[in-house]
């Protein structure tokens, strides 16, 4: 009865601490911070060694140069591994940045058309849908009609079947063409997904990091190779203006 009297009370304090701003630590408590009369305990490779007293799973610690970490607070007695704390913190931390640095965050991008687009815009456009999909992203197509243009719907529907058709490898229509307003939209999706679009843009870009490596002078020469390239292309669209 006391003892539940104690128990309750420790509880009703830590409710109250936590509510004036108060917060449990997240941290396990390791050596002399484990304030319990015996616990479980786990060796370095993971045997299992039984229930012994907390001084002698500190002087087995002390013995292997480890920590004596409590794994499973909750547990009867509590669990506790002898393992090196700081280490075992360093690779959580490196696994965790890990985890994020590949987590996919679903992404749609927007690219806006006229009806009437002239033929260099469309490809300046579909371009940058060609690069949103190859990233793995996917993509809001938006034909904004104005004026007139409202009463000739069939021209944006057309639009958006080319566009879709010609991205059809990279993507896929994910949500059909639909009139919103002054505005009709579709979504395309990739046909690849976040994850592997990430991947492969990291092996590329080792890979050039690799060559760059092994061939220093080869992006000099090429650069070094295009520029003269420039005064011949010039030629013909000064012709072309001649004539």
């Given at each position: ?98 985890a994020r640095k590949n987590q996919a965050h679903t992404v749609i991008k927007e690219m806006k058309l006229r009806p009437k687009i002239d033929p260099h815009d469309y490809d300046t456009k579909k371009g940058h849908v060609v690069r949103f999909l190859k990233q793995g992203d996917k993509v809001k197509i938006t034909i904004m009609f104005r004026g007139r243009e409202q009463s000739r719907p069939e021209l944006g ?87």
């Open positions: 009865m006391v003892q539940s009297n104690r128990r309750n009370a420790a509880v009703r304090q830590t409710v109250a601490w936590c509510y004036r701003g108060g917060s449990i630590s997240a941290e396990p408590r390791i050596n002399d911070r484990i304030r319990v009369p015996e616990v479980r305990l786990v060796g370095p490779s993971g045997e299992q060694v039984g229930i012994v007293p907390l001084a002698k799973a500190l002087e087995l610690a002390q013995e292997y140069d480890l920590d004596l970490v409590e794994v499973a607070a909750t547990a009867r007695p509590p669990v506790c591994k002898l393992m090196d704390y700081g280490k075992f913190k360093y690779e959580s931390a490196m696994k965790a940045r890990e529907f057309r639009l958006l079947q080319r566009l879709a058709s010609d991205v059809e490898d990279l993507g896929f229509i994910e949500s059909n063409p639909k009139q919103d307003g002054r505005n009709m939209i579709m979504v395309l999706g990739p046909h690849k997904k976040k994850t592997e679009a990430m991947a492969e843009a990291r092996e590329a870009q080792a890979a050039r990091k690799a060559d760059a490596k092994a061939n220093p002078g080869r992006s000099q020469n090429s650069a070094e190779g295009e520029e003269p390239s420039e005064a011949p292309a010039e030629a013909p669209a000064e012709a072309n203006a001649e004539a």
